[in-house]
């Protein structure tokens, strides 16, 4: 099995890729986003306490949960630092440890809609693969991101434009590159499509109910 790296490499010494993604921080006019860091990690199903119903017993099963931490900056006509944007798309690309039959690597992808983003703090956005796509995909009960997530990407767009990007494979949108890779959609949930819709306060960002 190959693996993304060796994939991506072969891309970019062959020139497939051609377009560069724009630079954390780069920017439309009034608006400016850095991205300061993207968290993959294992959740498990948050187990919580209600009244007035007969409990079910049943186990906990590994979420994979994506953590983006970023800022945002308005231009004083906008507020400022007491400003808030009124709505961001933020898109997902998560490249699985796991090939179709012809040889393609499988990415998990999707957008939120980001709603009220406020410019005065750090802002979190949350998204979710489930334990039932997680099975679908790799046939197994338990994965990790460590063994099971080869890398991701996120683009920022406002206004039709991305804005801002990152990836943990470089600094090419390796994505762009649909010919190498089987694109999945439906798969990534925001956070009020999941059992933790009620966790976490207002840690993150609100996002638009699909």
């Known amino acids: 099995m190959k693996s993304i790296s060796l994939i991506l490499a072969s891309l970019l010494l062959a020139n497939v890729v051609q377009a560069q993604a724009p ?3 780069d920017k439309l006019p009034g608006i400016k986003i850095k991205i300061k860091g993207v968290d993959v990690q294992e959740q498990q199903t948050p187990m919580l306490s209600v009244s007035n119903i007969q409990m079910k017993r049943w186990t906990p099963k590994n979420w994979i949960e994506l953590d983006v931490e970023f800022d945002i900056k308005l231009p004083e006509i906008a507020g400022g630092r007491k400003g808030t944007y009124p709505g961001l ?3 997902f690309y ?18 939120l809609d980001l709603v009220d983003i406020p410019a005065d703090e750090p802002c979190h956005a949350l998204a979710y693969i489930s334990p039932s796509t997680l099975k679908s995909v790799f ?3 338990f994965v990790t991101a460590s063994s099971d997530i ?9 206004e039709g434009k991305v804005i801002a990007a990152k990836s943990s494979l470089g600094n090419k949108p390796w994505w ?15 956070k009020l499509q999941t059992p933790f819709a009620n966790v976490f306060g207002d ?8």
């Open 94 to 111: 998560v490249a699985l440890n796991h090939m179709t039959k012809d040889n393609k690597r499988e990415v998990i992808t999707g957008t």
């Open 23 to 25: 630079a954390t921080g």
């Open 139 to 141: 046939q197994k009960d």
């Open 150 to 158: 080869q890398g991701w990407g996120v683009e920022f767009v406002a």
């Open 176 to 190: 762009e590159n649909k010919d190498s890779f089987a694109m999945l959609q439906g798969m990534l949930l925001n």
């Open 89 to 91: 798309q933020l898109t």
């Open 203 to 210: 840690y993150d960002v609100q996002v638009k109910a699909k």
